[in-house]
């Protein structure tokens, strides 16, 4: 088997206890009243994206659209506006998975860039057309705070499944 330039191991597979906990995690995080400013990155938006890449059977389109519904209630946003903007994040981030595994952690970083700028960009459309408050330039803030997120986000969910480092001679894995 081939194996992608920005892996060093083989990993084991994820369990999804794990990948639920982790997203459920991520939803809390974002529900928490930490002053909410427009500058303060979407954590469950870059770990749907994460689990979008890495285990897209699992996760998906469906899945997106479920949590950003869950948001918009807890926002009290405009019914569609997280859903619509998440549910477009993982399109985009499902379509890409194969291509983004080839980079290195980095130039992932640099590749989910452009994903979190759309999704940030599709809620503040939304909220513009139905006569919402202007956010000021912070917005601007977040999308480049999530790209900075995505190493440390990667590095946190793939612990658990990265093997042991023991070399027995008679495993070749």
Request: charged share 10%; proline share 8%.
């Amino acid at each position: 088997m081939i194996m992608p330039r920005g892996s060093d191991q083989l990993l084991l597979p994820v369990n999804p206890l794990f990948l639920w906990v982790t997203l459920i995690l991520a939803f809390a995080f974002n529900v928490v009243p930490l002053g909410r400013s427009p500058a303060m990155p979407d954590l469950l938006a870059v770990t749907l994206v994460f689990w979008n890449v890495h285990q897209s059977r699992r996760v998906g389109v469906g899945v997106a659209f479920m949590f950003g519904l869950m948001m918009d209630v807890h926002d009290g946003a405009v019914l569609g506006q997280h859903a619509l903007a998440y549910t477009l994040l993982s399109y985009f981030a499902v379509s890409m998975h194969r291509r983004l595994l080839w980079f290195s952690v980095p130039s992932q970083a640099l590749q989910v860039f452009p994903l979190f700028v759309a999704a940030h960009g599709v809620a503040f459309i939304v909220r513009m057309l139905l006569g919402g408050m202007l956010p000021g330039w912070n917005l601007l803030m977040a999308p480049v705070l999530e790209a900075l997120l995505w190493p440390v986000v990667g590095w946190l969910l793939l612990a658990p499944q990265r093997r042991a480092p023991d070399i027995d001679a008679n495993r070749p894995l």
